[in-house]
T-cell receptor
């Protein structure tokens, strides 16, 4: 089955620790995205990548880092510099060669800072 | 910067009735894309419907249709014959023309309750 997987589903972190959230897709999509969702809020864009070895900051990139070494994978690291990391994180992907670049989402990771 | 506003935090409708969710947006672009996503309690984001701004015809997907008013920058979602499975958060989203795959700008969502 084609789709987007995120792991783990739940993640707990102590203050001061870095953690990495996994996102993998087998849809052969070029573009991938990371969003953050807080209670009562819509999704906000953290980072996105249009091709391998290239990525751009979104609206709330501070305290986060990403890499795109493979087309299928776009891991997100939440660093200790992120002041309020507790949130629900969603990964998405889209095909760049077909309009209108509809984004398809993974099931999400719930991150809690203890 | 583009903004998306959903003015109804919560809506309630009787099963089998019709409900309309509102969305307005602000942009200086003439070419863009609009989406409605559904987020059920599982929190999986599911695409409901999409609209290209250059198309005058309103998009329709089975029981879901939109009323796209470009001049008014309005993009409402109509759900006909509401079903219990339609209960979810609904998010309106905007994507600019870009040149590649830019991110989406989301509204804060409308919580839709279906009463049996």
């Amino acid at each position: 089955d084609g789709g987007i997987t995120q792991s783990p589903k739940y993640l707990f972190r102590k203050e001061g620790q870095n953690v990495t959230l996994s996102c993998e897709q087998n849809l052969n999509h070029d573009a991938m995205y990371w969003y953050r969702q807080d209670p009562g809020q819509g999704l906000r864009l953290i980072y996105y990548s249009q091709i391998v070895n290239d990525f751009q900051k979104g609206d709330i990139a501070e305290g986060y880092s990403v890499s795109r070494e493979k087309k299928e994978s776009f891991p997100l690291t939440v660093t200790s510099a992120q002041k309020n990391p507790t949130a629900f994180y969603l990964c998405a992907s889209s095909a760049r060669d077909r309009a209108p670049d509809t984004q398809y989402f993974g099931p999400g990771t719930r991150l809690t800072v203890l | 910067a583009q903004t998306v506003t959903q003015s109804q935090p919560e809506m309630s409708v009787q099963e089998a009735e019709t409900v309309t969710l509102s969305c307005t947006y602000d942009t200086s672009e003439s070419d863009y894309y609009l989406f409605w996503y559904k987020q059920p309690p599982s929190r999986q984001m599911i695409l409901v419907i999409r609209q290209e701004a250059y198309k005058q015809q309103n998009a329709t997907e089975n029981r879901f249709s939109v009323n796209f008013q470009k001049a008014a920058k309005s993009f409402s979602l109509k759900i006909s014959d509401s079903q219990l499975g339609d209960a979810a958060m609904y998010f309106c989203a905007y994507r600019g023309p870009g040149g590649g795959a830019d991110g989406l700008t989301f509204g804060k969502g409308t919580h839709l309750i279906i009463q049996p």
